[in-house]
């Protein structure tokens, strides 16, 4: 039967916004969290976050979106946090755009773009680094070769 919703046929896993998951997540498929997430994500696609998550999340891709995220973020392509965003923990990824604030440490492959509006309290280590007017960066920058 043809979904309306969901043409493409993807599942996915949601914590809707008025959930609290006490445990660790483990799915193959993307995940969106809305609600609350008290435990360890591993995610084997992206991960979009839009509500709090305290533990560690491991994921193709992520998203945070007007998030809150107390731990580690390790992503293998793409991190991404919009000005509404705060994350404490350190980043792992292949490529990071940050509106946000993180507090940590950023280790990323590629490039990472820091926007006019982010605050980055920790070091930054990359191939690339674009930091934009008006970014506030408290940590050092080292560019990998």
Do not use: W
């Amino acid at each position: 039967m043809f979904d309306y919703d969901n043409p493409s046929g993807i599942n996915y896993t949601v914590i809707s916004k008025s959930t609290t998951v006490r445990g660790n997540i483990k799915t193959a498929d993307p995940i969106k969290v809305s609600g609350r997430v008290i435990g360890d994500i591993d995610c084997e696609k992206r991960a979009a976050v839009t509500g709090k998550v305290e533990g560690n999340i491991g994921s193709e891709n992520f998203v945070a979106s007007n998030a809150a995220v107390k731990g580690n973020i390790d992503c293998h392509d793409q991190f991404s946090a919009d000005e509404d965003s705060a994350i404490i923990g350190d980043v792992t990824a292949g490529a990071a755009t940050v509106e946000g604030r993180v507090k940590g440490n950023m280790k990323i492959a590629n490039e990472v773009e820091v926007g006019s509006t982010a605050v980055i309290v920790g070091d930054i280590s990359a191939s690339n680094i674009e930091v934009k007017k008006g970014a506030r960066v408290s940590g050092t920058l080292q560019i990998d070769h």
